[in-house]
């Protein structure tokens, strides 16, 4: 009910951010797969918002493939880079996790970066949105907000159903105690890889429709790291589960647009205190 009354009241404050509302849902959800589940808090989950939002934007540029199909590629893609990187990171815990996803993020968007014909020589990739060659005409500010909404009921439904799955239970003894799991047989590694795997799933198909939405691509705008502030800090906020995520979006939001539009200054400040919130939340786990 309070995230309801909270998303009414936002759309009709500020008509234009029901799209960040969401996509904020959608990457808190993302997070809550791996830092709320299974206990393993991701500094750098924007790694696979960037991954996914290059995929779909070099399958409709490239390949002329249609958003619509370019997107769940983005989406398979991102997941596919968690399970190989996943079994490397998710050796360590607790906040040396943290720095390895940071230091992943930072080197993936580095290789971008310098990726030979990757994007052209401005270093921008652009999705062609006009003429006869754009692969998919643009859905508009209600058509991108729709797809956001059914993106974020399809995160939260995909996170009702693991909660309440084997693999969910699997999780949650890992984070209450890792070694406890694997005294009692459990899996604990593929268990593990799976939820940063699907984890990156939902933050690669987020940022597929990011990258519809805003055309011109380059690193620092698919790796930009307040992404990964918004999604530990959302979950951190409205706590874990299913609609805790949710209810830390559009808290976090508020507080964001509140200080954005009262004390635009201040915004960095906010950012830096949430980091500095969830590293004593880790520690004092």
């Not at 799209?19 to 500094?43: E, K, P």
């Not at 990739?125 to 003429?131: E, N, P, S």
């Amino acid at each position: 009910m309070a995230v309801a009354i909270g998303a009414g009241a936002l759309a009709l404050a500020r008509p234009g951010s029901l799209d960040t509302l969401l996509l904020y849902a959608v990457l808190a959800q993302s997070w809550n797969l791996i830092g709320g589940l299974a206990g393993y808090a991701s500094f750098g989950q924007v790694v696979f918002f960037g991954v996914g939002g290059y995929l779909t934007a070099l399958a409709m540029v490239r390949l002329g493939l249609s958003f619509y199909l370019a997107m769940p590629l983005g989406g398979l893609g991102a997941a596919l880079f968690g399970l190989a990187v996943g079994d490397l990171v998710l050796r360590v815990r607790g906040l040396y996790f943290a720095v390895a996803t940071l230091v992943l993020a930072g080197a993936t968007k580095a290789v971008l970066s310098s990726w030979p014909g990757l994007a052209g020589p401005s270093g921008v990739l652009t999705i062609t949105t006009v003429g006869l060659h754009q692969p998919t005409a643009r859905p508009g500010p209600l058509g991108f907000d729709a797809v956001y909404l059914a993106l974020a009921a399809v995160s939260t439904a995909g996170v009702s159903v693991l909660v309440r799955s084997r693999l969910g239970d699997s999780l949650a003894v890992i984070r209450d105690d890792e070694d406890l799991a694997g005294a009692l047989g459990i899996a604990v590694r593929p268990a593990k890889v799976a939820a940063f795997s699907l984890s990156g799933a939902l933050a690669g198909l987020a940022g597929g429709v990011y990258a519809f939405q805003v055309t011109a691509l380059s690193p620092a705008v698919l790796f930009a790291p307040l992404l990964s502030v918004v999604m530990v800090a959302a979950v951190v906020a409205g706590g874990a589960g299913v609609l805790g995520p949710l209810r830390g979006a559009v808290l976090l939001w508020l507080l964001s647009a509140g200080v954005g539009s009262l004390a635009p200054e201040l915004r960095d400040v906010l950012v830096a205190s949430l980091i500095v919130a969830v590293v004593l939340v880790e520690e004092g786990r």
